[in-house]
């Protein structure tokens, strides 16, 4: 079956305490890209990559940092989490060379006090 | 960044009622994309337009994809109980990487 995979699924965690979000897609698709959904605020793009070893900011990107070593799998990563990273997040990734038709993974609900 | 801004942010319909919504933005997109989210959910496309003018059909769902490139409007005919959910639009320029989308419209159909 064609799926975005995110692991966790939820997370709570503590303020600096440094944290991965795995994402893994297995549609072989050359874009993929990080978003957070805050209530009101829909979706805003953290950073995205249009293909391996290739990443770029997005308008939210301040304390995060992505990688793309392999095309199927885009990790984000929080170094040191603060409360106002509290959110969901979504990866998603697409077919072409750029960012239409999104597949979206089933979000990851984080939670850091 | 650029801006969608995406209206109502809510609405409250009875079922077999139409439902109207729609994006508009400060810049030029030159792909326009509507999303439905359900609860506990990623993102679901819905529909994709790609050239200005263009209107496409998905069941009861219709958009558009406004002439001057600012803007998109969704259509919903008739609507259901399983139409609720959240609705996004999303304006992007493919190949550049960056996506777009507005803070979405909550629909709630009353049986």
């Known amino acids: ?113 | 960044g650029q801006q969608l801004n995406q209206s109502p942010q809510s609405m409250f319909i009875q079922e077999g009622e139409d439902v109207s919504m729609n994006c508009t933005s400060s810049s030029i997109f030159n792909t326009w994309l509507w999303y439905k989210q359900e609860p506990g959910e990623g993102p679901v496309l819905l529909i994709a337009l790609y050239k200005a003018g263009e209107l496409t059909s998905n069941g009861r769902l219709t958009a558009q994809f406004g002439i001057t490139r600012k803007d998109s409007f969704l259509n919903i005919s008739a609507s259901i109980p399983s139409d609720v959910g959240i609705y996004f639009c999303a304006g992007l320029n493919t190949n550049a990487g960056k996506s777009t989308f507005g803070d979405g419209t909550t629909l709630t159909v009353k049986p």
């Open chain 1, 1 to 113: 079956e064609a799926q975005v995979t995110q692991n966790p699924r939820y997370l709570i965690t503590v303020t600096g305490k440094k944290l991965t979000v795995t994402c893994s897609q297995n549609m072989n698709h050359e874009y993929m890209s990080w978003y957070r959904q805050d209530p009101g605020l829909g979706l805003r793009q953290i950073y995205y990559s249009m293909n391996v070893e290739v990443t770029d900011k997005g308008d939210v990107p301040e304390g995060y940092k992505v990688s793309r070593k392999e095309k199927r799998n885009f990790p984000l990563i929080l170094e040191s989490p603060s409360p106002n990273q509290t959110s969901l997040y979504f990866c998603a990734s697409s077919l072409l060379g750029g960012p239409a038709e999104q597949y979206f993974g089933p979000g990851t609900r984080l939670t850091v006090t």
